[in-house]
């Protein structure tokens, strides 16, 4: 069972990281694709290009041998839409692999703004990850459309994502680490030091960095 972990990764930092840990061990997942987004449709442009961001995840993730620097979305022209991530994927591993997307609430929040969003389910699972500043919607069956996805999708045990490929949906508590990469620009733009924000193989990379050092993050 594989996991996909995108995100503009701006830069990447211990939320995300850990975040991919716990799900991998929480879900039993055998690996976590961490995917830098090219063009993210949803928000404005990153401010390191993505070079830089892929260079800066594959150093975090270093050699780990579950968590995995994916630049599929880096190599693609155009917007980075997820349903087109999860389709090569899919491609890729066969109709029976289950694939979870995971994703932090706040991502699941803007769901029904994504390109072809009801396809997503029907190309892997969701794992909805808390984070420390969200709230979850409720499930219920007559309410909105998350609501209703909640009411009919939701799976209580993890080990329900094994038995198929796609289309269930899964919460999962993860430990509280309020870190935003917003938080880190900002740091690293006043010359903070964002020791033990990120990896400490990251961190001195940072600090020489520019790209965060001018205008406005
Ligand atoms: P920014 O501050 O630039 O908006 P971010 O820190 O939220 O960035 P993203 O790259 O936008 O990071 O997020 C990628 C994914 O990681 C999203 O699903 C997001 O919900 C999740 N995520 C981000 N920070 C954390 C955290 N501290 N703990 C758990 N999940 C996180």
């Known amino acids: 069972m594989i996991g996909l ?4 990764f701006d830069p990447v930092h211990c939320g995300h990281l850990r975040a991919a840990h716990e799900a991998r061990v929480a879900l039993g997942l055998d690996r976590v694709l961490m995917v830098p987004c090219g063009d993210p449709p949803h928000r404005g442009r990153p401010r390191a290009d993505g070079e ?10 270093g050699d780990h041998p579950y968590l995995i620097a994916d630049d599929r979305e880096l190599r693609r022209n155009g917007p980075s839409y997820t349903v087109d991530t999860l389709a090569e ?43 420390p500043d969200s709230v979850l919607p409720t499930a219920d069956p007559t309410g909105d459309p998350l609501q209703r996805l909640l009411a009919s999708r939701r799976c209580d045990s993890p080990c329900a994502l094994r038995d198929s490929p796609s ?21 690293l733009q006043d010359g903070g030091d964002p020791c033990c924000l990120v990896p400490d193989r990251l961190r001195d990379a940072l600090m020489a960095s520019d790209a965060y050092r001018a205008a406005c993050v």
């Open 5 to 8: 972990f995108g995100g503009t």
């Open 89 to 131: 994927l899919r491609h890729e591993v066969g109709p029976s692999e289950p694939v979870v997307l995971l994703l932090g609430v706040d991502a699941f929040l803007g769901l029904t703004g994504w390109h072809r969003w009801e396809q997503l389910l029907a190309l892997a699972h969701l794992a909805i990850l808390h984070r």
């Open 167 to 187: 289309g269930r949906l899964h919460t999962l508590a993860i430990t509280p680490l309020a870190i935003s990469s917003t938080a880190v620009r900002r740091l």
């Open 52 to 61: 830089q961001r892929l260079a800066w995840l594959r150093t975090a993730v």
